[in-house]
């Protein structure tokens, strides 16, 4: 069964900074996809950044990137020009082809002023 | 485009009476999930349909939770008797399985749901 570990459950980072958050999961599949959704205090879930597993090149949206270790099954989220607005709880999930999406347990970001 | 529409977004009620959560699904959408979000267990997936067909309900806590998709464009999830323990937000999600497949979920705002 597939799992996702997200090991950080609260983190801060200052206005401007850069932020890391990690995830790490675990499959015996060799494509899939991973995610990070960001869900403020509104609870919409809201899909930040995507990664298809065969791809070697790192997605990029905006302020947004990965840096994802297929060998090593990890998938970190940095966060670049950190705003007030990207305070949230994120979280990284796993999909492996029309199956159900597994999400971990999140981290809560706070972007202080 | 609309999105996943839920109803209620927000239900009280009282031990023991029935709930029933709508879904809308996306238009062209032939995936369903039903997730519920606790702070003690995170997201948990319920059930999923492809094609109206429920695939995977091994995550149903119990009989009291039954869900039923009669067409491709509405869903339901329904506890008889709600329990105090039921309290929680209730996410439907859809996705297309073929054609314009990137894999992602697309969510609806979700019902918060409080069994008192």
């Known amino acids: 069964a597939q799992t996702v570990t997200q090991s950080q459950p609260e983190m801060s980072v200052q206005e401007a900074e850069t932020v890391t958050l990690s995830c790490t999961y675990d499959t015996s599949e060799s494509n899939y996809y991973l995610f990070w959704y960001k869900q403020p205090p509104s609870r919409q879930m809201i899909l930040v950044i995507r990664?298809?597993?065969?791809?070697?090149q790192n997605a990029t949206e905006n302020r947004f990137s990965v840096n994802f270790q297929k060998a090593a099954k990890s998938f970190s989220l940095k966060i670049s020009d950190s705003q007030l607005g990207d305070t949230a709880m994120y979280f990284c999930a796993f999909r492996h082809n029309n199956n159900d999406m597994r999400f971990g347990a999140g981290t809560r970001l706070t972007v202080k002023p | 485009d609309a999105g996943v529409i839920q109803s209620p977004r927000h239900e009280v009620t009282e031990m023991g009476q029935e709930v029933t959560l709508r879904c809308k699904p996306i238009s062209g959408h032939n995936s369903l999930f039903w997730y519920r979000q606790t702070m003690m267990r995170g997201l948990e997936l319920l059930i999923y349909?492809?094609?109206?067909?429920?695939?995977?309900d091994s995550g149903m806590p119990e009989d009291r939770f039954s869900a039923k998709m009669p067409n491709a464009s509405f869903s339901t999830l329904k506890i008889q008797p709600s329990e105090p323990r039921d309290s929680a937000v209730y996410f439907c999600a859809s996705t297309p399985t073929s054609g314009a497949n990137t894999g992602e979920l697309f969510f609806g705002e979700g019902s918060r749901l409080t069994v008192l």
């Open positions: 990664q298809e597993a065969y791809k070697q």
């Open positions: 349909f492809n094609n109206n067909v429920p695939i995977d």
